[in-house]
C-alpha cells in the first residue's frame, strides 16, 4: 500500500467521466488500498478515483463511525431532505463554501469483488457520498457555491456553529 499524489483543481483530469470497472481484481484492490492510505493521511472524509489520476468510478467514503466505505460503480439511488453546510475538497485545498445537499442518501454500487450493496446514511456521510461520486462524473463542490470564503469567513461560521451548538 501506498500514498498516492492528489490531483489539483486546474488538471484536466477532475473534468473527464470516469469509466465503470470492469475487472474486479488486484489491481482495483491496490487501488482501493492505495486510496484509503491517502484520505487517511490527508485528513479528509472523502476521495475519489480521478482525485489520484485515475479514471475509474471507485471513491472511498469515511462515514461518521470512521469506517471506510469502498464504492466500486456508484450510484445514488435515493435522496430526502435538504442540509446546507460547510464543504471543501481535498483538490481544491483551502477552499471553502456553502453547498447545498440531500440530508439523506442511499447508493447502491459494488465492492471490491464486484458484489453488489446498498448503503445509505444521513448527514456529512450523504453529503460525503454525493461530493465523492459527483468526481466521477468530472464535477467539483466549487460548482455548487457562488462564493468560497475567506480565512476570515471561515473563521466566522466556525464560531458561529460552535454557538450554536452550545
Same mark, same amino acid.
Given at each position: ?12 483530469? /477532475? ?7 470492469? *475487472? ?19 485528513? !479528509? ?5 480521478? +482525485? ?16 471506510? /466505505?469502498?464504492?466500486?460503480?456508484? *450510484? ?6 435538504? +442540509?446546507?453546510?460547510?464543504? !471543501?475538497? /481535498?483538490?481544491?485545498? !483551502? ?40 468526481? /466521477? ?13 475567506? *480565512? ?8 458561529? +456553529?460552535?454557538? *450554536?451548538?452550545?
Amino acid at each position: 500500500m501506498a500514498l498516492r499524489k492528489i490531483v489539483l483543481q486546474g488538471d484536466e483530469i /477532475l473534468k473527464k467521466k470516469c469509466r465503470p470497472v470492469t *475487472e474486479f481484481n488486484d489491481r482495483l484492490h491496490t487501488l482501493l488500498d492505495d486510496m484509503t492510505d491517502t484520505l487517511i493521511d490527508s485528513g !479528509g472524509v472523502g476521495l475519489a478515483a480521478p +482525485q489520484v489520476g485515475v479514471l475509474r468510478r471507485v471513491c472511498v467514503v469515511m462515514n461518521e463511525d470512521e469506517e471506510i /466505505l469502498e464504492l466500486v460503480n456508484p *450510484e445514488i439511488i435515493y435522496t430526502e431532505g435538504e +442540509q446546507t453546510g460547510l464543504e !471543501g475538497c /481535498l483538490s481544491v485545498p !483551502g477552499k471553502y463554501g456553502e453547498v447545498t445537499r440531500p440530508n439523506f442518501v442511499r447508493v447502491r454500487a459494488q465492492d471490491r469483488d464486484g458484489n453488489w450493496f446498498e448503503a445509505e446514511d444521513e448527514g456529512l456521510t450523504a453529503r460525503c457520498f454525493c461530493h465523492e461520486i459527483e468526481h /466521477l462524473d468530472g464535477h467539483l463542490f466549487v460548482e455548487h457555491t457562488d462564493h468560497l470564503l475567506t *480565512e476570515e469567513e471561515l473563521e466566522e461560521y466556525i464560531r458561529r +456553529q460552535e454557538e *450554536e451548538e452550545n
